[in-house]
């Protein structure tokens, strides 16, 4: 290793781009030598100079990141400029995110959405997904919901689980794509078996209604858990209503109460509203009055009418 590391100091010493960015890789990764920083800066700056590209992005990085170097971002930001216009797409996607933040460079969204088009175009799910935000949002290119839909789809193909999911939504809603609650179903479970909750939650609801696949509540309750258990606030209220009515599960007023209670803390108006009817009428809790009004006062506040005629019921019974 110490004569191949002589050879490549040769060669990098007499200028070989190749033997320098590797030379650099030897030091800045410790490859069967000690770790030396200030030498792999050296070598990988020696090589960025020449336009390897694999080291201007390197070189950005340790600027960014302030790997062993002061954080310089305009420094970085030169170096993946460099990168970017070689066409290497994690260069030209940290571009793009230097150009949202604003960072070692003015905001410009519209550079943002340049550059993310040019690493989506790659093939890079991270930047399809991004660009489809962009175009969903109109931020940086005219708003374009069929565009949005189509980078939805390129990076929700790849797995992206955003992307799946805001593709399920726009199925389901038929925005920049024709309604198909069939497909809207299909990215939906993709997602949610990922673990996304806003999935989980959607189908749970697609589950409940039979809308894009048959009626099933007992699928609709195991999504609305899923999601519940990922503090989703709405799933976590329906779930308390399917254990109160019995739907989908066994009829269980503690487990309603129990939901109710964690929705209701997220500051769910229809949650607090129920938990104030539970423990006035004293079902899966001990019967109690001052809770009772708490959380009918909780609703209230927020504008729920059933909390504000329960309420004046109250005024009027006392």
């Known amino acids: 290793m110490e004569e191949n590391i002589k050879e490549l100091t040769k060669k990098a010493e007499q200028g070989d781009v190749e033997a320098q960015y590797q030379l650099a890789r030897i030091y800045y990764y410790g490859k069967n030598v000690k770790k030396n920083y200030k030498k792999a800066f050296f070598w990988y700056e020696k090589a960025a100079e020449q336009g390897n590209v694999k080291a201007q992005s390197k070189l950005a990085d340790i600027y960014y990141y302030g790997k062993n170097v002061k954080k310089n971002y305009k420094k970085a930001f030169f170096w993946y400029e460099k990168a970017a216009e070689q066409g290497d797409a994690y260069a030209q996607c940290n571009l793009a995110i230097m150009y949202k933040d604003g960072r070692g460079v003015e905001q410009d969204y519209e550079k943002t959405a340049y550059w993310y088009k040019k690493a989506a175009e790659q093939g890079h799910a991270y930047e399809q997904y991004n660009l489809a935000i962009m175009y969903d949002n109109g931020q940086g290119v005219e708003q374009d919901h069929e565009k949005a839909a189509y980078w939805y789809e390129k990076a929700a193909e790849q797995g992206d689980v955003s992307a799946q999911y805001n593709l399920?939504?726009?199925?389901?809603?038929?925005?920049?794509?024709?309604?198909?609650?069939?497909?809207?179903?299909?990215?939906?479970?993709?997602?949610?078996?990922?673990?996304?909750?806003?999935?989980?939650?959607?189908?749970?609801?697609?589950?409940?209604?039979?809308?894009?696949?048959?009626?099933?509540?007992?699928?609709?309750?195991?999504?609305?858990?899923?999601?519940?258990?990922?503090?989703?606030?709405?799933?976590?209220?329906?779930?308390?209503?399917?254990?109160?009515?019995?739907?989908?599960?066994?009829?269980?007023?503690?487990?309603?109460?129990?939901?109710?209670?964690?929705?209701?803390?997220?500051?769910?108006?229809?949650?607090?509203?129920?938990?104030?009817?539970?423990?006035?009428?004293?079902?899966?809790?001990?019967?109690?009055?001052?809770?009772?009004?708490?959380?009918?006062?909780?609703?209230?506040?927020?504008?729920?009418?059933?909390?504000?005629?329960?309420?004046?019921?109250?005024?009027?019974?006392?």
């Open 168 to 318: 399920g939504v726009m199925y389901h809603n038929g925005q920049g794509v024709e309604q198909d609650y069939e497909k809207a179903v299909y990215w939906s479970e993709k997602a949610a078996e990922k673990g996304d909750a806003r999935a989980q939650y959607n189908l749970g609801i697609m589950y409940a209604n039979g809308r894009g696949i048959e009626q099933d509540y007992e699928k609709a309750a195991y999504w609305y858990t899923k999601a519940a258990e990922h503090r989703e606030i709405n799933a976590q209220y329906n779930l308390g209503v399917m254990y109160y009515n019995g739907q989908g599960v066994e009829q269980d007023y503690e487990k309603a109460i129990f939901w109710f209670a964690k929705s209701a803390e997220q500051e769910n108006a229809m949650a607090q509203y129920n938990l104030g009817v539970m423990y006035k009428n004293g079902q899966g809790v001990k019967q109690d009055y001052e809770k009772a009004v708490y959380w009918y006062k909780k609703a209230a506040e927020q504008g729920d009418e059933y909390a504000i005629s329960a309420l004046e019921k109250i005024k009027t019974e006392k």
